[in-house]
């Protein structure tokens, strides 16, 4: 083949320039770790990267969500908790109430510490979570849903569910069933005991203690439920935060490369363009003319 | 002419005929760098012999003239090369258009409006779980505000680029008219130098090399002429002929690929003008997608928040910008509602209006995996996803297209130049050669001067 000077030096630069444009390109591969940055240079791999991106920005929704539902679980249950301890306070003054050595002196400051419960469970009744939302109110959750105006607990708030979106579609309920007969029902029962203490109705108060006694089951029971519905919360979590680093990981099979392997490939193409250059410069010293006199 | 000087007239003919080939020499090597130019050889070629009587006739040589100077050139090349070179303008101007599509998208970053919908439901889905933080309705509106704002950003940017690319057209035009009078400029400095002084070299290489550039801009085909003109069809149109130049139509259809003059349409089927047409098209589809994309987001989210009312008691309330009457009106100024941007208690998420009650932003959050009709029974993401696919999917394709038509023209260039191309080397070896050649010439003319002297001498006696 007959080689025309323009060809020749055109060949060296087009050569150099393809050497050139591998080396930078392999130099931002190991600079940014990524293989591919727009969807055009791999549509595929592309698409799936951007699929499952999207899915994990929507676990990590969901694991947001989760806190939200734990928050309301855990107030539930440490307000149940408590409300058990001071249950367990009037049983015991309703046990004692109903002794007949106890005097009638007595047993009007033992209502007097029941009319102080009652106070307490109106505060609890009204817990807020981390929001500042009332936890036992419904949808009413702005506003204090337990009023105290004796002899009654009076309740302004709704029953309607609060759910939780925890997996796509799916919702849980957070808040207490019936919240508002549970603590209203309560409070009735520590209504009587009061009253049936400060009248000195020994009968009475020890019917007291089986209904106080019914009573501190109840709360218990509840306590169990609002319990194994968090333990619930939190298998989803540890299954949510497992999911998010499978996610994480398919996303950087895909698009992240592999470092010792780019950074080979990185000095292979250095190794190209010197070689490249290193032909040019040959060529380029080459001439008949250094041959003439 | 037979005589005692026949000799001196061969030798100073043939000293001249060197210089001449010496000359061409000096002119391919200083034209070694000019892009289109081809070397030129210089054909010698023996005189026609005299004929004397001598005892019955005999023929005599009389040296050599130069007969012509050609351009080493191969036509079957150059139609390939014109060929390709549309085509290559095409494909290069196609991608060009694609990039920027590409990158206004820019996915699958977090800068895309796949990460904005995500987040926009995902901002629901948080409102859905934690309705008493205030912090979620300013997350909700400020998703919704970033998601509205790419999607009319994209759609202005591909407006920009849709009038940039026009005005391109019109450019592109100008330029196919400007080659246009080039060439007939050309044609007539050629059929007039073929008449009175035979082969036009150099001006044959700046047609040529017009041709090229015009091969460029649109698809081109050309016809010899036998007056040495070419004429010179471009998309379908006869651009220039004999007779001059017609302007080429400015009227175009992009979807067809056509332009018109009114009199008829012409196809362009190649060249950088065939490449802004499909980039015209293109945006144009973009930007019919997003506005579908924006009147989905309306009617749907809408739905569902006009349903609720707000915890002050207020209904009836928009989350995006709509009007009552359709038609709707697309991605360019898709917002969210004043009533929205005024207060975010206006963000809508239940029914009732409770505070607590966060039914409607759950819905809103779920609307992410319902099938629109309107969007041909994809959720929001899929769709813009298929957008989005098919950009990446044609912008690769057009890529390797490029990049294979590229290899074929360098291919061709290299055959055209292995024909055409000069080689200094060659040259140099060329030019010693004719060096010697002018050497001998000029000693044979010594020889035939001391012969003439001789006779001169024996005259003086």
Redesign the interface.
Known sequence: MRVSTYWQYGNYLTDMQAAQSRWVEAQRQVATGKRFEYLSEDPAGGQFVANTRSIKSRVEQLDKNLRAADDYLKTTEATLGELSSFLNRARTLAVNGANAATNQEQRDGMAAEVAEIQRRLTALANSVGSNGQYVFAGHRSDQRPFQETPPNLVFTGDTNPVTVEVRPGEKIRVNMVAADTYFTGIYDDLERLKSNLQSGDLSAVSQDIDVIKAGIDRTNQLRGEAGARMRDVAAQREHNERRIDDLATAIADVQEIDVAQAIVRLHAAEAAYTGAMSVASRGFSLSLLDFMR | MAGAFSGLYISSQSLRNFQRALETSGHNIAN??TPGYS?QRVGLAAMDPIAYYDRGWQTRGQGAFVANVTRARDLFLEAASQRQTANMGRFQSTVKG??GI??V?????DR?I??AL??F??AW??M??????PGMRTQVREAGQTLADRVRGSWHEFERQRLEVTSQVGSTIRQINDLASQIDSFNKAIRAAVVTQGSPNDVLDKRDAAIRELSQLVDVSTFPQQDGTLTVIAGGFSLVDAAGTRPFPTTFDAAAGTVTDGLATYQVRGGQLLGQFSTLVNLEGQQSRLDTLANNLRTQVNAIHLTGTA?SGLTNLRFFNDVTNPPQTGATDFDLDQVIKDDLENIVI?V?G?????GLA?AL??L??TSVPGLGNATF?RYH?GT??S???S??YF?AAQETEEAVL?QT??RI??????????E??DM?RFQRSYQAAARALTIFDETTAEIIGMLRR
């Open positions: 070694v760098d070397r694609l990039v590409d990158q998208y820019g996915e699958p970053t895309g796949t990460a995500d987040q439901f995902n889905s948080a859905g779980s934690n309705p008493n933080d915890v239940g009732s409770e505070r607590g009650d966060s759950q959050s779920d992410r995996d993401g996803a989005v696919d950009i990446a999917s912008l690769k890529r360098r260039e290299n130049q292995a024909v055409s191309g000069v080689s200094i080397d060659e140099m070896a010693l």
